[in-house]
């Protein structure tokens, strides 16, 4: 089992994603406030899409939830995927901590 947690900070929604490989498919649950992310929330994903961008069973579940484009539950719930699957080490991700975007200039509104 993989637990990865998004902290989806400019929208205010934090998200728990646990997922379980079994067999050719990877059990994804999602935990989260977000609406939009509820309609994703439980999937059963074939291995074999997990590795593209664009024929990928994860974006194509947050497309058909109408996710905004800039969600990075998607990318954290591929993360999980590789993770459990084991085609990104633990320890490096561990060893890593985490995954973030950071907003490197002053905005000015």
């Known amino acids: 089992m993989t637990e990865v947690t ?3 900070r400019i929208c205010g929604y934090k998200h728990k994603i646990n997922a379980e490989k ?4 990877i059990n ?3 935990t989260s406030d977000c609406k939009k ?3 994703m929330s439980k ?4 291995r074999m ?5 664009r024929d990928n069973h994860i974006t194509k579940k947050a497309q058909e939830a109408h996710t905004c484009p800039t969600c ?3 990318s954290g719930a591929i993360h999980a995927c590789h993770l459990e699957s084991g085609f990104i080490s633990k320890t490096l991700a561990k060893e890593s901590g985490s995954v973030s975007i950071d ?4 905005i000015d509104d």
């Open 6 to 8: 998004v902290n989806s």
């Open 22 to 25: 079994e067999g050719k498919k």
């Open 28 to 30: 994804v649950d999602i």
């Open 37 to 39: 992310i509820q309609e």
């Open 43 to 46: 999937m059963e994903v074939p």
């Open 49 to 53: 899409e997990i590795f593209d961008i």
């Open 72 to 74: 990075i539950v998607p």
């Open 103 to 106: 907003f490197d200039e002053e």
